[in-house]
């Protein structure tokens, strides 16, 4: 037997069908490459070891696919997306410096005040699934053009609100949770649609820091605009920024979602062997396919130019909800969900926590606090963009080539240093009531954690089953907000009547349990997998 031989063989017996992985270097255990996986396209490499592979493969002959556009085409439809998402995420937090000002306003309490916030995310968890279905079968472009004009809409309805009655602000806050309802699930699946395995983890991290980024941005720039022009002006101005957004939208912004062929590793399975393990031999597709002209300029603009008719908007409506019999599924929601639960936690009892003395805090102060979990939240998303991916290349490395998505999982170690780290201190801070830098310090550490493990839920998911992107996001989505919207209820009341040592650290321990559950996913992760592929629930239940 040839090496190269033996370099192909030794890939296939290392390679276990199942959802997620995936072949992503040419390369066997001693530096050589393969000669069947040559073939493939490999991505171009300054260091010239040429033997990471593009996974998926795009096109050959079509150059409308998205993976075989020009890096400035899929930066400026990605930096479109991530300012739909930011806009989105401004939104919720935005009347944080207005809490205890609107509970005056309104005659009512903050708690009440509370519900305004999770009438928005409660919205915003159901609606996604009726969105959605809409870009799974006929693309992502109308969706993001329809939510984001409706979701100015919104803003301006709120700014009438704010100077009128309660009930009108809170219906406003619910709509405004319908219209901004596919930003979470809406970007992931743009990201798999452009961007290959290798770096997704990092992209995906920029679509973290957006929704971080505008929770935390939201709160420091509208409290200085509620101090100076009032809450009203607050929403205006997101108005005029979110539709400034569709403008862009609409010209430099074409359709993602491809349904042309693609090059394709054949893996076909092998009997089991004695310990169970369906292995599996290799065999390369090329799609045949005539050559396709490149749409032009005007051509992008179309609305609506897609549909696929192997799938039916029943179809994607009901997947979401098998979903949650993937286990797989179910630890990326509690771990997206509880990472998230702090923007909410900070946001409703920001000024119940800083209005008060000893720091009496006025809307502009309070607004500053976000500036830490800023802070954090970039260096978060360097920790779980460009490092994760290097640490999980690492180890694919060293798996003969073949990566699985328990390889982002060693991450979740940093994530829960530092939310226990974050929250440790927070919470001693405003026990002992130190000086206001103790408790803003701790938020910025908090944050970095949270934004770590956020990212991290996704980017694992995402691995797992890419070919559900969209539906997976929507329900992680969907559980994200039904987690924050239980929070909008109790935190407050709980603060008032426990303090915050309490209330921080058993938020806290609850999320060191979820990060801790992931070293029960790296080791059985993969058999979970393959359990799942073997099952094929979707296919059990016609929705395949």
């Not at 309805?157 to 806050?173: I, P």
């Not at 908007?313 to 969900?337: I, K, N």
């Not at 992107?469 to 709980?494: G, H, P, Q």
Request: hydrophobic share 45%; proline share 5%.
């Amino acid at each position: 037997m040839s090496q190269q031989e033996a370099d192909i063989d030794a890939i296939e017996v290392h390679y276990s069908a199942a959802p997620g992985t995936e072949i992503l270097y040419d390369v066997a255990e001693d530096g050589t490459g393969s000669s069947k996986l040559h073939r493939l396209q490999h991505v171009k490499s300054k260091s010239g070891d040429g033997h990471l592979l593009l996974v998926p493969q795009p096109s050959l002959t079509d150059p409308n696919d998205p993976l075989r556009w020009s890096t400035t085409k899929k930066w400026t439809t990605f930096l479109n997306a991530l300012g739909f998402s930011f806009m989105g995420s401004v939104t919720g937090p935005i009347m944080t410096g207005w809490m205890v000002e609107a509970a005056a306003f309104y005659n009512t309490s903050i708690q009440r005040m509370s519900y305004t916030v999770g009438a928005t995310l409660i919205c915003q968890g159901c609606a996604t699934a009726l969105w959605m279905p809409f870009a799974v079968k006929f693309g992502r472009r109308p969706v993001y053009l329809f939510s984001n004009l409706l979701m100015g809409v919104a803003c301006i309805w709120l700014a009438s609100a704010s100077k009128t009655t309660y009930t009108s602000f809170l219906v406003g806050r619910a709509f405004l949770g319908v219209f901004e309802a596919p930003m979470e699930s809406i970007v992931p699946s743009t990201v798999t649609d452009m961007f290959f395995l290798h770096d997704r983890g990092a992209k995906v991290s920029y679509y973290g820091l957006s929704v971080l980024g505008g929770n935390e941005l939201g709160p420091m720039l509208s409290a200085l605009i509620i101090q100076s022009l009032g809450m009203a002006w607050a929403f205006y101005i997101v108005a005029i920024f979110i539709f400034a957004n569709s403008v862009t939208q609409f010209f430099f912004m074409p359709e993602t979602m491809y349904l042309g062929p693609r090059p394709s590793l054949e893996l076909h399975e092998d009997k089991p062997d004695e310990k169970g393990r369906a292995s599996a031999h290799i065999e390369i597709t090329n799609a045949d396919g005539a050559q396709v002209p490149k749409k032009t300029f005007l051509q992008e603009l179309s609305f609506w130019g897609i549909n696929d008719h192997s799938v039916s908007l029943w179809q994607a409506f009901a997947r979401p909800f098998v979903l949650l019999a993937y286990p797989t599924v179910v630890w990326s929601c509690c771990c997206y969900g509880m990472a998230l639960s702090w923007n909410v936690i900070l946001a409703t009892t920001n000024g119940q926590l800083f209005s008060p003395p000893p720091y009496s805090f006025n809307a502009a102060a309070q607004g500053l606090v976000f500036g830490a979990p800023l802070i954090g939240s970039l260096v978060g998303t360097y920790l779980c963009g460009p490092v994760a991916d290097s640490i999980a290349n690492y180890f694919t490395r060293r798996n003969h080539g073949i990566r699985e998505p328990e390889m982002r999982l060693p991450t979740c170690i940093i994530a829960a240093m530092l939310t226990f780290v974050g929250a440790l201190i927070s919470a001693l801070c405003f026990h002992y009531k130190t000086r206001w830098i103790g408790p803003v310090m701790g938020y910025g550490i908090l944050s970095a954690g949270s934004q770590m493990g956020s990212t991290l839920a996704m980017s694992y998911a995402l691995d797992c089953h890419k070919e559900l992107s969209v539906e997976l996001m929507v329900t992680i989505a969907s559980l994200k907000s039904a987690v924050a919207w239980i929070w909008t209820w109790v935190v407050n009341d709980w603060l008032n009547k426990d303090g915050p040592l309490v209330v921080l650290l058993v938020v806290m321990a609850i999320n060191i349990a979820v990060y801790a559950s992931s070293f029960l996913l790296y080791r059985y992760g993969k058999s979970i997998r393959m359990w799942l592929h073997h099952k094929n629930f979707l296919g059990a239940c016609g929705l395949a």
